[in-house]
């Protein structure tokens, strides 16, 4: 947990509808707060909703609602516990740390910066992903993965760790349905039997490594896991067979 310094905005948010707290945020933004510590976080949505700045933080104590972060453009937010639904949708650009467990389509339609959650995600994340021009969305879960990961992926990065899992498959069941662009990488494995139709799968290659490297040591550095360990287990790569999987069901 850090500490509050004398130039942070601290804000409590016990008993303060969301609209009300948005705006606090907002208005200490807009006065310069560089640094925005939001205490007793009871589920309040939309926390960061359109912010641009990349020199704005905003950490949470508490949980905060759905939404967070929904087409933010360039702050950090740190969620010191547990987060909802809907984290970074359509995201442009900052990141988002989530120091417990996330809950269903986080990432939806996120089209830049990166989502680091160090436990575990629900259904549908990175739906919709995809990547435009320079913006690359990077999605890391540490945990486990629910249903219909990756689903429609059109581009960017998703990452599972299967940290800390007893689980076989670290992925729930149709992995990647209708994914048409993006990759999605698996530590140690996946069985075919849950896999969409649309995807393949491969060993990474040095490329691949390369690629995902930088993205699981910064994973590492902000929940303290050792670098050596997460990688001294296998990764496979989810890819897409086709750009246009349903082109068939089309007319044009």
């Given at each position: 947990?850090?500490?509050?310094?004398?130039?942070?905005?601290?804000?409590?948010?016990?008993g303060?509808?969301?609209?009300?707290?948005?705006?606090?945020?907002?208005?200490?933004?807009?006065?310069?707060?560089?640094?925005?510590?939001?205490?007793?976080?009871?589920?309040?949505?939309?926390?960061?909703?359109?912010?641009?700045?990349?020199?704005?933080?905003?950490?949470?104590?508490?949980?905060?609602?759905?939404?967070?972060?929904?087409?933010?453009?360039?702050?950090?937010?740190?969620?010191?516990?547990?987060?909802?639904?809907?984290?970074?949708?359509?995201?442009?650009?900052?990141?988002?740390?989530?120091?417990?467990?996330?809950?269903?389509?986080?990432?939806?339609?996120?089209?830049?910066?990166?989502?680091?959650?160090?436990?575990?995600?629900?259904?549908?994340?990175?739906?919709?992903?995809?990547?435009?021009?320079?913006?690359?969305p990077?999605?890391?879960?540490?945990?486990?993965?629910?249903?219909?990961?990756?689903?429609?992926?059109?581009?960017?990065?998703?990452?599972?760790?299967?940290?800390?899992?007893?689980?076989k498959?670290?992925?729930?069941?149709?992995?990647?349905?209708?994914?048409?662009?993006?990759?999605?990488?698996?530590?140690?494995?996946?069985?075919?039997?849950?896999?969409?139709?649309?995807?393949?799968?491969?060993?990474?290659?040095?490329?691949?490594?390369?690629?995902?490297?930088?993205?699981?040591?910064?994973?590492?550095?902000?929940?303290?896991?050792?670098?050596?360990?997460?990688?001294?287990?296998?990764?496979?790569?989810?890819?897409?067979?086709?750009?246009?999987?349903?082109?068939?069901?089309?007319?044009?």
């Amino acid at each position: 947990m850090k500490q509050i310094e004398a130039m942070d905005r601290v804000i409590t948010a016990d008993g303060i509808h969301y609209k009300v707290l948005n705006d606090m945020v907002w208005q200490a933004v807009s006065d310069g707060a560089k640094r925005i510590i939001l205490e007793d976080v009871v589920g309040q949505r939309y926390i960061g909703c359109g912010l641009k700045g990349e020199d704005v933080e905003i950490i949470i104590r508490g949980v905060p609602g759905n939404d967070l972060a929904a087409f933010m453009d360039g702050p950090r937010i740190i969620v010191e516990g547990n987060a909802q639904d809907g984290v970074g949708n359509t995201m442009n650009a900052g990141e988002v740390i989530v120091h417990g467990n996330a809950g269903d389509i986080i990432g939806y339609a996120m089209r830049g910066g990166r989502i680091f959650v160090k436990g575990n995600v629900g259904y549908r994340v990175g739906i919709h992903m995809k990547a435009y021009r320079d913006l690359f969305p990077v999605i890391v879960i540490g945990g486990v993965a629910g249903d219909f990961l990756g689903e429609y992926m059109a581009g960017g990065l998703l990452i599972v760790l299967g940290l800390g899992s007893e689980e076989k498959d670290i992925v729930g069941d149709f992995v990647g349905t209708g994914m048409h662009g993006g990759n999605i990488f698996i530590r140690g494995g996946v069985k075919n039997a849950i896999l969409g139709k649309e995807v393949g799968i491969s060993l990474v290659s040095e490329d691949d490594m390369t690629l995902i490297r930088k993205h699981i040591e910064d994973f590492c550095n902000h929940f303290s896991f050792d670098i050596d360990e997460v990688l001294s287990v296998p990764f496979f790569k989810l890819y897409p067979h086709s750009h246009r999987p349903y082109g068939k069901l089309y007319a044009y």
